[in-house]
């Protein structure tokens, strides 16, 4: 396969802002057809990265077009029904997060994608960020994880997401629960404590600790009644701690005794300083490319992802 081709649904923020700008790059990677329901988003978007036809329904799209691929971006409650086609169609299929609005349905298309031999990659993007990445090789290097903590915070205690339509733990916060899976592996034990504050009906804290299958432990943060967007990570091995703000303008900070605390920034590690190449979003669609060229499956699939959904379903169930 010299170039993967690779039809696109969804005109949206996304798609123009960080996963067209990271496929246009890629030489192996030809972006044959885009798809969306509003007409001046998709011949804009269509004009923008050189994208030669649109069409209004995915469906005569995938017929007509015959992609390799498809990135299906939209949002999550509208995702099911179009990736679900996708797959059925043999066609190898990338989302944003979350990968669906429950675990159910998540692990359905991961049963799609198995029959049909489907690569399939999810949009977790802390995952590939190239600091995020660097700092876990390092802490691997000097020894076994025994913690990880991952925060979250936004200052949105009335956040309601889609209307409602998936829950805050479950759509967004659902990035530092899947970064604690991605720096410690997969949860035996959790427990948590979730909580609504200030003048809302709803949720806006999720506060977990759980065990490592291999013994660490993991500490989840995540606070949406807060002052303002923090998004950290922390890695901790013997004789290892690293503390990790992986913005655009953020840095990591690794300890080791007996040594200077060095520092890394996200555009050193990134070797750019442009976003969708810092905060991993070039790095997820390069891993998709890629497992679809060598035919193995994305260590971030449907699969994987719905491991860390029902992670989050554990924290609203593991409650104190
Ligand atoms: N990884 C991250 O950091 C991050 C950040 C923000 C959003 N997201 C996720 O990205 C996803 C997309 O978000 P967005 O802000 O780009 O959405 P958006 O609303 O800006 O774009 C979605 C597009 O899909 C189109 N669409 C909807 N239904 C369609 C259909 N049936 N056929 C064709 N087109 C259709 C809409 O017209 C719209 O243009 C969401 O799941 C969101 O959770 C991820």
């Not at 060598?294 to 449907?302: L, T």
Request: glycine share 8%; aromatic share 10%; hydrophobic share 45%.
């Amino acid at each position: 396969m010299e170039k993967v081709k690779v039809a696109l649904i969804g005109a949206g923020a996304m798609a123009n802002s960080v996963h067209y700008p990271s496929l246009a790059e890629m030489a192996d990677v030809q972006m044959v057809a885009l798809c969306d329901l509003v007409p001046e988003k998709r011949e804009e978007t269509a004009l923008r990265f050189g994208i030669p036809r649109t069409y209004s329904d995915y469906r005569e799209m995938v017929q007509k077009e015959n992609p390799d691929a498809v990135y299906v971006l939209m949002p999550p409650y509208h995702l099911f029904d179009a990736a679900v086609y996708c797959l059925q169609q043999g066609k190898h299929v990338f989302v944003e997060k979350p990968p669906a609005v429950t675990t159910f349905q998540t692990l359905e298309l991961a049963n799609w994608a198995e029959a049909k031999a489907c690569v399939t990659q999810i949009g977790f993007n802390r995952r590939y960020i190239p600091l995020l990445v660097k700092v876990r090789e390092m802490q691997r290097e000097a020894g076994d994880l025994n913690l990880a903590v991952s925060t979250f915070y936004k200052a949105q205690p009335d956040a309601l997401y889609y209307n409602g339509a998936i829950d805050v733990l479950h759509c967004d916060a659902i990035h530092a629960v899947d970064a604690l899976r991605w720096m410690g592996g997969d949860v035996v034990a959790v427990g948590s404590h979730v909580s609504g504050s200030g003048e809302t009906p709803r949720l806006n804290r999720w506060l977990a600790v759980m065990e490592f299958e291999d013994g660490g432990s993991g500490v989840l943060l995540t606070n949406w009644d807060s002052g303002t967007r923090v998004h950290t990570f922390e890695m901790h091995a013997p004789g290892f701690a690293a503390f990790v703000n992986p913005d655009a303008d953020g840095q990591a900070v690794v300890h080791r005794p007996g040594k200077d605390p060095l520092t890394i920034t996200s555009v050193e590690a990134a070797g750019s300083d442009q976003w969708h190449k810092v905060y991993g979003f070039f790095g997820e669609s390069r891993n998709f490319i890629d497992c679809i060229k060598a035919g193995v499956d994305s260590d971030c699939s449907f699969a994987d992802a719905a491991r860390s959904m029902a992670l989050a379903d554990d924290i609203l169930a593991g409650m104190i």
